[in-house]
C-alpha cells in the first residue's frame, strides 16, 4: 500500500497536449505565463465537458434512431443543458448556413 494519499493520485494521460494548451492560454493578451499545474487542469476540465456534450449529444442521436451525431444533436444538447446554455451563442439551434464562396459563415 503507497503512503500517498489517493487525492494526490494525478492521471497523467491528457488527451489534450499541454503545450497547446499553453500556447492558446498565452494567446491572450492577459497572460503572460502559465505554470504545468494550470494547463493540466483546464486541460482536464475541457476533455470532461467535451465528453459531457458528446454524451449529451449522443442521447438526442440515439433518440432519433441514429448512429452518427449531427450538428442538431450537439444544438439541442446545450439547449436542453441549463449548465450548457453559455454555449448557446456559439451553437445555435439551427446550424449556420454557407456564406459566400461555400464557406460557412463566422458567427
Not at 467535451?50 to 449529451?56: R, S, Y
Not at 454557407?98 to 459563415?105: D, R
Request: aromatic share 4%; glycine share 2%; no cysteine.
Amino acid at each position: 500500500m503507497s503512503d500517498t494519499p489517493a487525492a494526490e493520485t494525478v492521471d497523467t494521460n491528457l488527451a489534450l497536449p499541454l503545450a497547446r494548451i499553453k500556447r492558446i492560454a498565452k494567446s491572450s493578451k492577459d497572460v503572460r505565463l502559465i505554470s504545468t499545474d494550470s494547463a493540466y487542469m483546464i486541460s482536464k476540465a475541457t476533455e470532461l465537458f467535451i465528453e459531457m456534450l458528446a454524451v449529451e449529444a449522443y442521447k438526442n442521436t440515439a433518440k432519433n434512431k441514429r448512429k452518427i451525431i449531427k450538428y442538431e444533436d450537439v444544438a439541442a444538447a446545450i439547449a436542453e443543458r441549463e449548465e450548457l446554455s453559455f454555449a448557446a451563442e456559439v451553437v445555435p439551434e439551427k446550424a449556420p448556413t454557407p456564406g459566400k464562396g461555400g464557406k460557412q459563415s463566422t458567427l
